[in-house]
């Protein structure tokens, strides 16, 4: 999978790229020449964003725009060759990540910005592939999913 990267700098990109590869591999996700954004926006920009697509306006930590109807656990990225766009590329989604509520939450919750930063990608990622949490079986399934593939990659809560 491809990542078109936006105001992220390259302390993040390496390890956001080892965590979406993973969680390709992880949630039988792997196609060949897909692609996603992910971008680093402000508050007044995610605000924007949530207010525009949700209704909500307040600030939120990461929103997740996919491309394709994927239901986990029902159908996969292969289920959508016939989405391909006219040169092979199957985009599957966008992400945003507000890196100044992602800075607050790590304070808060005693651990690294790198690992807030690298939940909120991959959890953004994840509803992409057509994960959630509404419903509270579903939410367990898509923590449970996070947490293995974080601690794979020894990317672990402190």
């Known amino acids: 999978m491809k990542i078109i990267f936006s105001n992220v ?29 992910l971008a680093f926006v402000s508050e007044d920009e995610i605000r924007n964003l949530n ?8 600030v939120t ?20 060759e016939s989405e391909r766009e006219p040169d092979g590329r199957l985009n599957i989604g966008d992400i945003a990540i507000c890196l100044d509520v992602a800075k ?3 304070k808060n919750l005693g651990h690294s910005l790198k690992r807030e930063v690298c939940f909120l990608a991959l959890h953004g990622l994840l509803h992409v ?3 959630d949490h509404i419903e509270s079986q579903d939410e367990e ?8 593939i974080l601690n794979k990659l020894n990317i672990r809560r402190k």
């Not at 207010?51 to 307040?58: A, E, H, I, P």
């Not at 399934?141 to 293995?148: D, H, N, P, W």
């Open 141 to 148: 399934i898509m923590q449970k999913t996070a947490e293995e």
């Open 104 to 106: 607050r939450q790590a």
């Open 51 to 58: 207010s525009s697509f949700r209704k909500l306006d307040k």
């Open 61 to 80: 930590d990461v929103l997740s725009f996919p491309m394709l109807d994927i239901k986990q656990g029902e159908s996969t990225l292969a289920d959508f």
């Open 9 to 37: 700098n390259l302390r993040y990109r390496h390890i956001i790229k080892r965590i979406f590869d993973e969680a390709e591999e992880f949630t039988n996700n792997k196609v060949d020449n897909s692609y996603v954004s």
């Open 129 to 131: 592939l057509g994960f």
